[in-house]
């Protein structure tokens, strides 16, 4: 089975700075997807960005970044120049080769003025 | 542009009722999943499909109940509520060989 592993606690982040959210995995599959979402309080989830396991490149969204490191199974978020829109859970996620999408429990971010 | 639809929004039930939580979508994607979050947790998976008369379990599949007869709907039914079913409900639905899944808006359940 799959495992995700967001271990953050909450996180207050000044607005205009940086945060970067971790995320490790395991699997043995060759071939999987990860992606990151966003959850703000209203409930419904936003998808914000996407890697594929073989992309050699850093995937890049807007403010949002992958930073990838597939030899230590990590996949960390970076949020550029915070906003208070940022403020949300984000969920870190996987779509192994079953292609059952599997979900990190999470990462509390409050951006203060 | 509908997207995924997930209907009720809200539910109330008693423990021993039965209900079907809906899902539909327009996008004619092959993939429907439901999945259930409870406080602390991220998603969890109960069933998906991968495309019309075929479905398999995920994570958490005791107490539910699913079939995919079309392309667009994906039902979730709970044959007899118990407590530890409160949850909020998503639906998703992923295009074969696409990147983005795309999320209902929910279903908050409370079965008192």
């Known amino acids: 089975a799959q495992k995700i592993t967001q271990t953050q606690p909450g996180m207050f982040v000044q607005e205009k700075e940086a945060v970067t959210l971790d995320c490790t995995y395991d699997t043995s599959d060759q071939s999987y997807g990860l992606f990151w979402y966003k959850q703000p309080s209203s409930g419904e989830m936003i998808f914000l960005i996407y890697?594929?396991?073989?992309?050699?490149q850093n995937a890049t969204e807007g403010r949002y970044s992958l930073n990838f490191q597939k030899a230590r199974k990590s996949a960390n978020l970076v949020i550029s120049a915070s906003q208070l829109g940022d403020s949300a859970m984000y969920f870190c996620a996987m779509n192994p080769e079953s292609n059952r999408l599997a979900f990190g429990k999470g990462n509390q971010v409050v951006v203060i003025p | 542009n509908a997207g995924v639809t997930q209907t009720p929004k809200f539910q109330v039930l008693k423990t021993g009722q039965s209900m079907t939580l809906q899902c539909a979508q327009d996008m004619n994607h092959e993939y429907m999943s439901w999945y259930r979050q409870d406080p602390g947790m991220g998603l969890r998976l109960i069933h998906y499909?991968?495309?019309?008369?075929?479905?398999d379990q995920g994570e958490v599949p005791n107490g539910y109940n699913v079939s995919r007869s079309t392309t667009e709907d994906f039902p979730l039914r709970l044959l007899s509520a118990a407590p530890s079913q409160t949850s909020v409900y998503f639906c998703?639905?992923?295009?074969?060989?696409?990147?983005?899944?795309?999320f209902g808006q929910g279903t908050r359940l409370t079965v008192v």
């Open positions: 998703a639905s992923r295009q074969q060989g696409a990147t983005e899944v795309f």
């Open positions: 890697q594929g396991s073989y992309d050699e």
């Open positions: 499909s991968v495309g019309a008369g075929i479905t």
